[in-house]
């Protein structure tokens, strides 16, 4: 497959400089890209793999007109990974590998089930009694969706998702556990993204709600009764605890953990590995985790935490009685 500069100037905008006829046979990074590659530059760090690449085209912002002019041909875009990752939606769509709407004759789902006629649903998937698949939405393979959740238009569901599991609810009694019934369900909202083998349990009362645009990677589990705000992302094993409400446009690093019940304004990023033990009402970027050392001395660094507040104390007195010996 191969597409004209021209062609795709023509669909995704920019400004071309250049030979419009040059044939683009494939998109590349930067530092592998052949004569026959698009490639972008998108942070001026990479300006020296700019000057040496041997890509055909480089996608590239105002700023890096020049440089970028200097080599060869460029696209000129506001923002070059947003134009990069529209360049890659058309190559897939040329290339005539979306899905195909349809149920797939191993997949299970229960007559009393919505599908959308434009909907996908893959080999093995399980949809559940009472539950709804929206216009245009892709489910993988082996995805289930649990009884009487909703996933809305748009979206798509990688293999291995499970959307509506119970949620963990047990209540202590005489030493064993009696089990809570989850008795809501999920709601997902237009244009959510769920990367494969994540899991969002059902709520125990109330729903479980993902709201438009949300992005999860791979391995997420969302607990029961959580919220999701529009637009926010999860990086691969990010946990969320049950109750807890995350704002719009929030960010939560690889392996990152938010506790049950807490709640993260808009426009909060949490820094990966980091565990959030309270509710942050101010946007901003936050990270919370003891960095790795060599053992013995993270050993001692961490008994010496354990100290702060006692050396806290004493501090304290010791400024007490040299403020009163001043006087």
Same mark, same amino acid.
């Given at each position: 497959?191969?597409?004209?500069?021209?062609?795709?100037?023509?669909?995704?905008?920019?400004?071309?400089?250049?030979?419009?006829?040059?044939?683009?046979?494939?998109?590349?990074?930067?530092?592998?890209?052949?004569?026959?590659h698009?490639?972008?530059?998108?942070?001026?760090?990479?300006?020296?793999?700019?000057?040496?690449?041997?890509?055909?085209?480089?996608?590239?912002?105002?700023?890096?007109q020049?440089?970028?002019?200097?080599?060869?041909?460029?696209?000129?875009?506001?923002?070059?990974?947003?134009y990069?990752?529209?360049?890659?939606?058309?190559?897939?769509?040329?290339?005539?590998?979306?899905?195909?709407?349809?149920?797939?004759?191993? =997949?299970? &789902?229960?007559?009393? %089930?919505?599908?959308?006629?434009?909907? @996908? #649903? /893959?080999?093995?998937? *399980? +949809?559940?009694?009472?539950?709804?698949?929206?216009?245009?939405?892709?489910?993988?393979?082996?995805?289930?969706?649990?009884?009487?959740?909703?996933?809305?238009?748009?979206?798509?569901?990688?293999?291995?998702?499970?959307?509506?599991?119970?949620?963990?609810?047990?209540?202590?009694?005489?030493?064993?556990?009696?089990?809570?019934?989850?008795?809501?369900?999920?709601?997902?909202?237009?244009?959510?993204?769920?990367?494969?083998?994540?899991?969002?349990?059902?709520?125990?009362?109330?729903?479980?709600?993902?709201?438009?645009g949300?992005?999860?990677?791979?391995?997420?589990?969302?607990?029961?009764?959580?919220?999701v705000?529009?637009?926010?992302?999860?990086?691969?094993? =990010?946990? &969320?605890?049950?109750s %807890?409400?995350?704002?719009?446009?929030? @960010? #939560? /690093?690889?392996?990152? *953990? +938010?506790l049950?019940?807490?709640?993260?304004?808009?426009?909060?990023?949490?820094?990966a590995?980091?565990?959030?033990?309270?509710?942050?009402?101010?946007?901003?970027?936050?990270?919370?985790?003891?960095?790795?050392?060599?053992?013995?001395?993270?050993?001692?660094?961490?008994?010496?935490?354990?100290?702060?507040?006692?050396?806290?104390?004493?501090?304290?007195?010791?400024?007490?009685?040299?403020?009163?010996?001043?006087?």
């Open positions: 497959m191969a597409l004209s500069l021209h062609a795709i100037v023509s669909e995704l905008g920019g400004v071309l400089h250049g030979d419009g006829n040059r044939m683009v046979e494939g998109l590349a990074p930067l530092e592998g890209a052949g004569p026959s698009l490639a972008f530059l998108s942070h001026p760090r990479y300006v020296q793999q700019l000057a040496s690449s041997r890509a055909g085209c480089v996608i590239v912002a105002p700023a890096m020049a440089a970028a002019e200097q080599r060869g041909d460029c696209i000129v875009a506001d923002s070059p990974y947003h990069f990752a529209r360049v890659t939606q058309l190559w897939k769509r040329h290339l005539g590998r979306g899905a195909v709407p349809g149920i797939h004759p191993s =997949a299970v &789902v229960d007559p009393e %089930a919505a599908v959308d006629p434009s909907a @996908t #649903v /893959g080999p093995l998937c *399980v +949809v559940e009694r009472g539950a709804y698949i929206g216009a245009g939405t892709v489910l993988r393979s082996r995805v289930t969706v649990g009884e009487d959740c909703r996933i809305g238009a748009r979206c798509l569901l990688h293999p291995g998702v499970v959307i509506g599991a119970d949620g963990f609810g047990f209540a202590p009694h005489q030493g064993a556990w009696e089990k809570i019934e989850q008795l809501g369900a999920v709601r997902i909202g237009d244009d959510v993204e769920i990367g494969a083998n994540t899991c969002i349990d059902r709520g125990a009362l109330g729903d479980t709600v993902i709201e438009d949300v992005k999860l990677d791979n391995l997420v589990q969302i607990g029961h009764n959580v919220r705000g529009r637009h926010t992302a999860m990086a691969g094993c =990010a946990g &969320v605890a049950g %807890a409400t995350i704002g719009a446009h929030c @960010t #939560v /690093g690889g392996g990152a *953990v +938010v049950g019940h807490l709640t993260l304004a808009d426009g909060v990023h949490v820094s590995a980091s565990v959030v033990t309270r509710s942050i009402h101010r946007p901003g970027h936050y990270t919370g985790m003891f960095p790795i050392d060599d053992n013995a001395k993270w050993e001692k660094n961490a008994a010496t935490l354990k100290q702060l507040h006692g050396l806290r104390e004493r501090i304290k007195t010791l400024e007490h009685d040299l403020a009163a010996r001043s006087r």
